[in-house]
């Protein structure tokens, strides 16, 4: 089962203070702070079906805190729980640029009966495992001759700030279902296995580049120092996620793959410290 790895572009900006705005429509009770809200790009062309529960949006608001893409998704998605939609639709999204140095995004919100549904791309998490469900690509036989799965995932980062405080570097590990794809004879829960342990391994390198930059002391205001270590991170995980493949002869070797998984699981809890930004 082959790994194809996806290279999250970073976003590397100094950012202002968001102002968040929301018009409800319609309201339902609100969601817990870790329910599933779905975001979908503008790009994201899928019909929805669903009850539209208003707008919300984050715009430039001066220079008191921080509007990186991955902070203002986090301040829409908690409007969206606190208005009990489930699902967030990217309408606008407008880059820094010269005045502007946040990242200006609005949306539209929806309640959705299964937003895993309209998942398109998955943050790793130890709650939430992978289902064939999420392999929502279309096979390539051609190009992957004898393959029954294949995992898209990867990691990225993107760092912000204001002109008064320094601010983080965020990084988030991410699993593609558009480009993830298995064939029936694959449906199985061994296969299923392999691929999670492939994903697992990303969530692993992106906690050693956390703490990387931490023992570098990288923040927004020397962020170009980070895309070396990110590279040197970021190869050591492709010919690690090959060596996975190679001694498991693609999850054939049993033995071996329950061999990976002891190791992967120890790897994992070796760099708690650093799951979350």
């Not at 994201?44 to 539209?52: A, N, P």
């Not at 993830?180 to 692993?204: A, C």
Request: aromatic share 10%.
């Amino acid at each position: 089962m082959i790994k194809r790895l996806l290279y999250i572009f970073t976003f590397l900006c100094i950012a202002c203070a968001p102002k968040l705005k929301s018009a409800i429509i319609k309201t339902f009770p609100p969601l817990s702070d870790d329910a599933l809200v779905v975001v979908l790009d503008i790009s994201d062309d899928q019909s929805i079906k669903g009850e539209v529960v208003g707008d919300v949006q984050a715009n430039h608001d001066g220079w008191k805190g921080t509007c990186t893409y991955y902070e203002n998704i986090k301040n829409l998605k908690a409007l969206s729980r606190q208005a009990g939609a489930n699902l967030l639709k990217i309408t606008e999204h407008i880059l820094p640029s010269g005045g502007n140095t946040c990242h200006m995004l609005k949306a539209k919100i929806y309640k959705v009966d299964d937003p895993k549904i309209y998942e398109a791309k998955i943050n790793w998490s130890e709650d939430r495992k992978l289902t064939w469900d999420d392999f929502k690509g279309e096979p390539d036989t051609l190009n992957y001759p004898n393959t029954l799965a294949l995992t898209n995932s990867g990691f990225g980062y993107e760092s912000g700030a204001n002109m008064f405080k320094t601010g983080k570097v965020f990084i988030q590990s991410v699993f593609n279902t558009n480009k993830s794809w298995v064939v029936p004879e694959g449906r199985n829960d061994y296969v299923l296995r392999h691929e999670q342990i492939h994903f697992d391994i990303t969530e692993i390198y992106s906690r050693k580049l956390r703490k990387e930059l931490a023992d570098a002391n990288i923040t927004s205001k020397n962020a170009a120092k980070a895309k070396p270590i990110f590279d040197r991170i970021f190869n050591e995980m492709e010919l690690r996620q090959i060596r996975y493949d190679q001694e498991t002869q693609r999850g054939d070797k049993k033995e071996t793959q329950e061999h990976w998984e002891a190791v992967v699981e120890l790897e994992l809890a070796k760099y708690e410290f650093y799951k979350s930004n």
